[in-house]
């Protein structure tokens, strides 16, 4: 929901970012992510890029955590499919909202803990991540 009077589509995680032109999102129940070109005249036709995880409705917590898009135009997730924990990372195509180049990473649990927040350091080289 944009402002409180537009919904762009649903069902949806709670993951979204933007930056500068773009607001990206990642639907519940696919792997699909969403890059809505944001502009002076509104929010524009989303490109969508089926690519990394299902963010599954078998389990809650696949919908829950961040996603930060870096300074140098690289995508991060935080997912947890019910089990285990992943960050995972892909390319942010500015020109189109194309999300390419898709790796993951295993973060161990500790005490049964979910991954939850990232955040990248100011030049964007390095990635934080909460549990």
Wanted: hydrophobic share 35%.
């Amino acid at each position: 929901v944009i402002g409180g009077k537009n919904t762009l589509y649903i069902p949806a995680t709670e993951r979204l970012t933007g930056y500068a032109n773009w607001l990206i999102t990642h639907d519940y129940g696919n792997s699909a992510f969403r890059a809505y070109p944001v502009s002076g005249t509104g929010v524009g036709a989303p490109t969508i890029s089926d690519i990394g995880s299902v963010h599954s409705v078998s389990t809650n917590e696949s919908a829950k955590g961040y996603m930060k898009l870096g300074p140098r135009n690289l995508l991060a997730v935080a997912l947890n499919d019910g089990s285990n924990n992943f960050v995972e990372l892909f390319d942010f195509v500015n020109t189109t909202g194309a999300i390419t180049n898709f790796r993951s990473v295993t973060i161990p649990s500790i005490g049964g803990t979910q991954v939850y927040g990232l955040e990248f350091s100011p030049g964007g080289r390095k990635l934080y991540v909460t549990m």
